[in-house]
């Protein structure tokens, strides 16, 4: 019982604590939008080269106030394929589109490794697994 009390409290506690925007009016609310927007920053990046299916995605992104910058791209054994792509004021919008051919599709290899990083995540790869018939995949220690 005393966990239940112990945890409405806290909800209670939480749900006071929280702003209400409902209490600003559209016109402020607007204001405090354009602020936030004008002042918002970020940049993240990843990266996976999967080296037991043949194939990679790279993704990058920067934002700078109310405009955003990136690219995607991705290999599949056919193609490469790299967007780059700007949202603004004007809204989204592809600045430039590149497609090469690589070959005649992807190779797999069960000896390979597929390795992953992200800005947010750090780095991590993974191998097949075969020793097991239930676990496909398992982690590697090794660091890229």
Do not use: C
């Amino acid at each position: 019982m005393f966990k239940f009390v112990l945890f409405a409290s806290l909800l209670v506690s939480v749900a006071l604590a929280a702003p209400v925007d409902d209490q600003l009016n559209a016109e402020d609310q607007k204001a405090l939008e354009a602020e936030q927007n004008a002042s918002a920053q970020y940049e993240f990046n990843s990266n996976i080269n999967d080296h037991i299916n043949d194939g990679a995605i790279h993704r990058e992104e920067v934002r700078d106030g109310s405009k955003v910058t990136g690219s995607y791209s991705y290999t599949d054994g056919f193609v490469r394929r790299t967007v780059h792509y700007v949202a603004d004021e004007n809204g989204y919008r592809v600045v430039k589109d590149e497609m090469q051919e690589i070959g005649d599709g992807p190779v797999f290899n069960e000896n390979g490794q597929a390795d992953v990083q992200g800005s947010l995540i750090g780095m991590y790869s993974i191998k097949l697994d075969n020793s097991s018939d239930k676990q496909h995949y398992k982690g590697t220690n090794e660091h890229l």
